[in-house]
C-alpha cells in the first residue's frame, strides 16, 4: 500500500493532502465492501500514526476509488461517510466485459475448448 497507518500491519492505497484535509484512498476493482470496512478503520487509526503527525489536526476524509459503484454502494458508503470516486479507464472497461462474461454458457464453450486442446498437446 502506499501508507502503513500506526503500529499495525494496516496498509491503504493513498494519503494525500489538499488545504485543510486530510485524505485517505482505498481504490477496489472488486471487493468493494472490503474496501469502504477499511476506510474508516483507517481514519480511526490516524491519530496513532507518527508519521502522520503533522496532519493530526486536519479534517479526515476518505475515499473509495472503483470503477462501478452500484446503488448498495453508495447505500454503504453514505453510512460509512466515504465519497465515492467513479474511475473508469478503457483497460478496467475491458477487464469488467471479461469478467461479466465469465459465467456465460458461450464463455464456459470457449474454455472447454482450450481445456480440450491443452490435453491434446499434452499441456495438462
Known amino acids: 500500500g502506499a501508507f502503513v497507518l500506526a ?3 494496516v496498509a491503504g492505497d493513498a494519503v494525500a493532502v489538499r488545504g485543510d484535509v486530510l485524505y485517505l484512498v482505498e481504490g477496489k476493482v472488486r471487493e468493494l465492501l ?3 470496512a477499511k ?3 483507517y481514519r480511526d487509526l490516524v491519530p496513532a500514526t507518527p508519521e502522520l503527525r ?3 489536526g486536519l479534517e479526515v476524509r476518505l475515499r473509495l476509488v472503483t470503477p462501478r459503484a452500484g446503488a448498495w454502494v453508495q447505500w454503504a458508503a453514505d453510512r460509512a461517510v466515504v465519497e465515492i ?3 473508469e479507464p478503457p483497460w478496467i472497461v475491458e477487464y469488467w466485459g471479461y469478467r461479466d462474461g465469465y459465467w456465460t ?3 464456459r464453450r470457449r474454455r472447454e475448448g482450450v481445456i480440450q ?3 491434446l498437446l499434452g499441456l495438462g
Open 7 to 9: 503500529d499495525v500491519d
Open 34 to 36: 472490503n474496501g469502504l
Open 39 to 41: 476506510l474508516p478503520i
Open 54 to 56: 503533522a496532519y493530526w
Open 85 to 87: 470516486d467513479v474511475f
Open 105 to 107: 454458457q458461450e464463455w
Open 117 to 119: 486442446a491443452r490435453g
